[in-house]
């Protein structure tokens, strides 16, 4: 396995390709979620391929009041994990490289980045645009896998491919579990253990309201209160956002007749847990067309 630490030695590598590359964009601290991720690309890099995993703790995407200078930085372990689940390149820059002084240029996506985690972390996606953007650029991929636990953000950046013309396929990566529902994330490592006792209780809402989604209802009212309704059983639990969002556009709806997401982002202490269950509604079918008679 290579560990490249510049982005110059990144563009060098990446010039020289002559096989299918996936990228995995972490910013490390990996755990059993990033690891589907790798075993992902993996499978569509194929045996001949070459899967990179870019390791890059991002400081543009963090607020000013986030957890950018105590965010897990267990480098050694990371990269024995990325060895050991067959990654052929780990990307490893300093943020001094990645960012030059004076770096003025950002990517903005205006449409689906203003709900959700985008209003609760201004600026929060342009960090993140930007830095897939000198990602794809550097690496080159033809694809990359972005987990399904970060939905708005995996939407986002399909958006910015398209737009941007970007060559290369977005792949979704599952979520990963906990036995207890859990979705995995660097982040969970912060919670005390009453909070990591509680915290399955995002899980729990969604599935109950998946539930009556598939009974029948469709009112996002009646859906958002059910995942409030549960998330309040939960003491150490406050609520950032409970949302019922359009799959595709992210805009909130008052029904639920297309396929939807219904999205939680919930504060244990000042760890900020976030989750998804994408619903679809069985598709109508249509009457089938009255025979004319021909007279
Ligand atoms: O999902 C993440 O870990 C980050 O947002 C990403 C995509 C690696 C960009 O820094």
Same mark, same amino acid.
């Given at each position: 396995?290579?560990?490249? /630490?510049?982005?110059?030695?990144?563009?060098?590598?990446?010039?020289?390709? =002559?096989?299918?590359?996936?990228?995995?964009?972490?910013?490390?601290?990996? $755990?059993?979620?990033?690891?589907?991720?790798?075993?992902?690309?993996?499978?569509?890099?194929? *045996?001949?391929?070459?899967?990179?995993? %870019?390791?890059? @703790?991002?400081?543009?995407?963090?607020?000013? #009041?986030?957890?950018?200078?105590?965010?897990?930085?267990?480098?050694?372990? &990371?990269?024995?994990?990325?060895?050991?689940?067959?990654?052929?390149?780990?990307? $490893?820059?300093?943020?001094? !490289?990645?960012? !030059?002084?004076?770096?003025?240029?950002?990517? =903005?996506?205006?449409?689906?980045?203003?709900?959700?985690?985008?209003?609760?972390?201004?600026?929060?996606?342009?960090?993140?645009?930007?830095?897939?953007?000198?990602?794809?650029? +550097?690496?080159? *991929?033809?694809?990359?896998?972005?987990?399904?636990?970060?939905?708005?953000? +995996?939407?986002?950046?399909?958006?910015?491919? #398209?737009?941007?013309?970007?060559?290369?396929?977005?792949?979704?990566?599952?979520?990963?579990?906990?036995? =207890?529902?859990?979705?995995?994330? %660097?982040?969970?490592?912060?919670?005390?253990?009453?909070?990591?006792?509680?915290?399955?209780?995002?899980? #729990?809402?969604?599935?109950? !309201?998946?539930?009556?989604?598939?009974?029948?209802?469709?009112?996002?009212?009646?859906?958002?209160?059910?995942?409030?309704?549960?998330?309040?059983?939960?003491? +150490?639990?406050? @609520? &950032?956002?409970?949302?019922?969002?359009?799959?595709?556009?992210?805009?909130?709806? !008052?029904?639920?007749?297309?396929?939807?997401?219904?999205?939680?982002?919930?504060?244990?202490?000042?760890?900020?847990?976030?989750?998804?269950?994408?619903?679809?509604?069985?598709?109508?079918? /249509?009457?089938?067309?009255?025979?004319?008679?021909? *007279?």
């Amino acid at each position: 396995m290579k560990i490249v /630490r510049t982005p110059a030695a990144m563009s060098r590598l990446a010039a020289a390709w =002559d096989r299918r590359v996936v990228l995995v964009p972490t910013m490390g601290a990996l $755990h059993a979620g990033h690891l589907a991720l790798i075993h992902r690309a993996r499978q569509a890099a194929g *045996p001949d391929g070459a899967v990179v995993v %870019s390791i890059f @703790v991002n400081p543009t995407q963090f607020g000013p #009041r986030e957890d950018l200078a105590k965010y897990p930085r267990p480098f050694r372990r &990371d990269l024995a994990v990325c060895r050991q689940y067959g990654a052929d390149v780990v990307f $490893h820059p300093e943020a001094e !490289a990645m960012y !030059a002084d004076g770096h003025s240029i950002v990517v =903005d996506e205006t449409l689906l980045s203003g709900g959700l985690c985008g209003q609760s972390r201004p600026g929060h996606f342009r960090g993140v645009c930007t830095v897939v953007a000198k990602l794809f650029n +550097l690496v080159r *991929p033809h694809a990359a896998v972005f987990g399904m636990k970060d939905y708005q953000q +995996l939407a986002i950046i399909r958006r910015m491919v #398209r737009d941007l013309n970007f060559p290369l396929e977005v792949i979704a990566g599952e979520t990963v579990r906990e036995p =207890d529902g859990l979705a995995l994330s %660097s982040r969970n490592v912060y919670l005390t253990p009453q909070e990591r006792k509680q915290a399955p209780v995002l899980r #729990r809402a969604l599935l109950l !309201a998946q539930e009556s989604f598939r009974a029948g209802e469709r009112d996002a009212t009646v859906l958002r209160f059910l995942l409030e309704n549960e998330l309040s059983g939960a003491p +150490l639990a406050r @609520v &950032d956002y409970a949302e019922i969002v359009g799959a595709a556009d992210l805009q909130p709806v !008052a029904r639920i007749e297309k396929p939807a997401a219904m999205a939680l982002a919930v504060f244990f202490g000042k760890t900020r847990l976030i989750d998804n269950i994408v619903v679809q509604p069985a598709r109508s079918k /249509r009457p089938p067309p009255r025979s004319r008679k021909t *007279p």
